[in-house]
């Protein structure tokens, strides 16, 4: 499984990830709406974490109605079953998980890899698991 991984020694916090990633999953510019977070320590400057999926699967372990499958590349939530109980954005290991108060289903990264396609830093990046 190929997962994504972060450089944050590279990121210099322009947030260019959070907003596509928002933009290829919902078509909307709504930093909110992301599946990664780039978290800045201040009030040093330049120095960022990058919340993202590792693919672990606590989040699967945790649902009570079996909504979050592995499909090989990346851990997916199914919508029709997903209850919204949020067990699985609270185990989040990377606290990468959310949710938003326009959808019942947490928001997560699919490993999409728009972001590693897109990062101008090249922060994020592919690894083989």
Request: aromatic residues 4%; positive net charge.
């Amino acid at each position: 499984m190929r997962v994504i991984t972060t450089k944050p020694e590279r990121c210099s916090g322009c947030k260019a990830c959070q907003a596509l990633c928002a933009l290829t999953q919902f078509g909307e510019n709504n930093l909110k709406k992301s599946a990664l977070k780039i978290i800045g320590h201040f009030p040093d400057p330049g120095t960022y974490d990058i919340n993202i999926c590792n693919q672990c699967g606590a989040c699967a372990t945790i649902c009570p109605v079996q909504a979050i499958s592995d499909n090989g590349d990346a851990y997916l939530i199914d919508a029709t079953a997903c209850i919204g109980c949020g067990l699985c954005v609270s185990t989040c290991p990377t606290r990468s998980m959310v949710q938003h108060a326009s959808t019942v289903v947490p928001i997560k990264c699919v490993s999409c890899g728009a972001c590693v396609e897109y990062c101008p830093r090249r922060a994020l990046v592919w690894q083989e698991g």
